[in-house]
């Protein structure tokens, strides 16, 4: 079954995998950037096409959401599935159902910084970077990129309906809440957070390996991470068509403060869009 890391982009997704990936697929601690493909993303066309699913038919790609998740289940273990997605439901076909999943870690990120994460990362202004978080939207769906991530249609949702849909899980037990802000604040701590979760759903007993946990805190630094990516590339980040330059994906991190960056009408746009999700996770 799946332990879903959902999330807007640029919420904190990859430094939570960083994190996992570091503790169960290494045996130091150390985080490098080949362990992090250990968590795939959903949805995958892969994964579709090897189904014999036409993905040029987004209908029959929605359609086949559930049978491609148990497609991935037949592995018969608990895996961790990365996702954008809002938790959609198109036409009675749903993103997946509790038969597929095992659990959420939802990462939410202040949206006044992510409006200025997001439009450096897809290489747009932040006036329209704000445009698309506050309404429903999809990126990617293109089929013939070299970019594997980019072939696939994401339903992102608004950044609120986004944050909104995946709530439902609470209610059965299966949903755990992460600050991106806590996990630069509080990295430790909410590591840990996150492993006792991890292991509850798994049903076993929680022993810290504190090495480990010691070196993953070390390795995964923003400026480790940035430098990483530096001196050997990150495959998860975008390439500006008209001239072949890669956008860094680790930009600013901790230091996208949004009190410095964005201009009044902006600030103004975001917390009026999502005044009661603001309030609620304490933005407000």
């Known amino acids: 079954m799946f332990i879903w890391l959902a999330s807007y982009p640029k919420s904190g997704n990859t430094l939570v995998r960083a994190l996992l990936t570091s503790y169960f697929f290494s045996k130091d601690g150390i985080f490098n950037f080949e362990i992090i493909k250990n968590i795939k993303q959903f949805p995958n066309v892969g994964v579709f096409e090897n189904l014999g699913i036409d993905i040029g038919n987004e209908k ?15 592995k018969n273990s608990v895996q961790f599935l990365k996702t954008h997605s809002y938790l959609f439901n198109i036409e009675n076909n749903p993103f997946t159902n509790l038969n597929n999943t095992l659990g959420t870690i939802y990462i939410v ?4 910084n992510v409006v200025t994460s997001y439009a450096h990362h897809s290489n747009m ?19 013939k990129s070299e970019n594997v991530a980019d072939r696939a249609k994401v339903y992102l949702g608004s ?34 957070k996150i492993l006792k979760y991890v292991h509850k759903l798994k049903k076993v007993n929680f022993v ?25 590339g990150f495959s998860e ?48």
């Open 159 to 192: 950044w609120s309906s986004n944050f909104n849909s995946w709530k439902s899980f609470k209610s059965v037990g299966k949903y755990l809440l992460i600050k991106y802000e806590d996990l630069i604040d509080n990295k430790e701590e909410t590591l840990i």
């Open 237 to 284: 980040s975008k390439t500006i068509l008209k001239t072949g330059e890669k956008i860094p994906f680790f930009n600013l991190g901790p230091k996208n403060k949004w009190q410095n960056i964005l201009e009044p009408k902006i600030i103004k746009k975001i917390e009026n869009s999502f005044n009661v999700e603001m309030k609620e996770l304490g933005y407000l």
């Open 208 to 232: 810290p390996d504190n090495k480990k946990i010691k070196n993953i805190l070390e390795s995964t630094t923003f400026e480790k991470m940035k430098s990483k990516e530096e001196m050997e």
């Open 125 to 143: 202004s932040i006036e329209e970077s704000a445009l698309r978080m506050t309404n429903s939207v999809h990126y990617g769906g293109d089929i």
């Open 60 to 74: 029959e790609v929605i359609k086949n959401y559930i049978k491609a998740q148990e497609s991935i289940n037949e």
């Open 109 to 112: 990120r202040d949206p006044r």
